[in-house]
């Protein structure tokens, strides 16, 4: 049996560090540290300055009211090309709406093998500007992890629709 290392959450910059809720928040944009790269989403095409961001807003589910059924937006994977020690999350707040409302935020690491492994599991509702870093994340010995997977959605709180942010995925030596 494996064991998960407890969350650290550090921020991308000594700048705007404030403690909310059980996660450190950052203010600025996380910062490649020496030993990691960040990797590319999945269906990304690798435009603009920073193209291992992606921005996206939380919808409600296409089908049924209230149940997540049909195509959602919540669903975003970064690419693993090459092994990595391990892997951080970022999350940082978009919107521009003072009381956005709670909404889940899940992250997987997925195995070459089909099988992942649940890494993240939170509600937040963080400030505008303000975000987490999630990890450093190891796989299970004996394990490859192939892609790292953001699901972040609204079903549990309607008034987190329309909420925007940015995520990013570091792979680290």
């Known amino acids: 049996m494996f064991s998960l290392p407890r969350k650290s959450y550090r921020p991308a910059s000594a700048i705007g560090v404030v403690a909310a809720c059980s ?6 944009a996380p910062v490649a540290q020496a030993g990691c790269t960040f990797l590319m989403p999945i269906g990304g095409n ?17 089908g049924l009211i209230g149940k997540a059924v049909g195509r959602t937006n919540w669903n975003t994977d970064f690419v693993v090309n090459q092994p990595f020690g391990s892997y951080k999350l ?16 899940e992250a997987f690491l997925k195995f070459s093998d089909g099988s992942n492994l649940k890494v993240v599991n939170e509600f937040m509702k963080p400030p505008t500007g303000t ?7 190891q796989a299970p010995s004996g ?8 699901r972040i959605g609204a079903n549990n709180d309607p008034g987190a629709t329309g909420f925007s942010y940015r995520i ?4 680290c030596d």
């Open 23 to 28: 996660s450190l928040i950052f203010v600025h």
């Open 131 to 137: 975000g987490a870093q999630f990890g450093p994340f």
């Open 90 to 105: 970022f999350f940082t707040a978009d919107s521009t709406d003072s009381n956005p409302g709670s909404y889940p935020i």
């Open 168 to 171: 990013s995925v570091q792979g």
């Open 143 to 150: 394990k490859a992890v192939s892609q790292v997977n953001f």
């Open 46 to 62: 690798g435009d603009g300055p920073k193209p291992y961001i992606v921005k996206k807003q939380v919808e409600r589910p296409k």
